[in-house]
């Protein structure tokens, strides 16, 4: 776990930030039902989505919610910079 290295570290640093936003875990095998690159990729779609939403845009293929969607880390950080 991350607390193994604070023993180690010369200088540390902590954020506090939403884990909606900022935390999708990858740990389990691929098919696994939590903490897997499956339901991390649907967090990070979810959260393009918003962002996409928010920004006053629209999904046309995402009727049912299975469509995935990413935005670039590029162009983004959260919903105002993808409208920007």
């Known amino acids: 776990f991350i607390f193994d290295v604070f023993p180690l570290s010369v200088n540390m ?3 506090d930030v939403s884990r909606e936003e900022e ?3 990858v740990k ?3 098919g696994s039902s ?3 690159p499956d339901t991390a990729r649907s967090m990070i779609s979810s959260l ?3 962002w996409v939403k928010e920004a006053g845009g629209v999904l046309i293929h995402d ?9 670039s880390p ?5 919903a105002h910079s993808v409208y920007s």
């Open 28 to 30: 389990n095998a691929p």
């Open 74 to 78: 590029l162009v983004s950080h959260d």
């Open 34 to 36: 939590s903490d897997s």
């Open 48 to 50: 393009s989505k918003r």
């Open 63 to 71: 009727t049912d919610g299975g469509d995935m969607c990413k935005a």
């Open 23 to 25: 935390f999708a875990p």
């Open 13 to 15: 640093a902590m954020l």
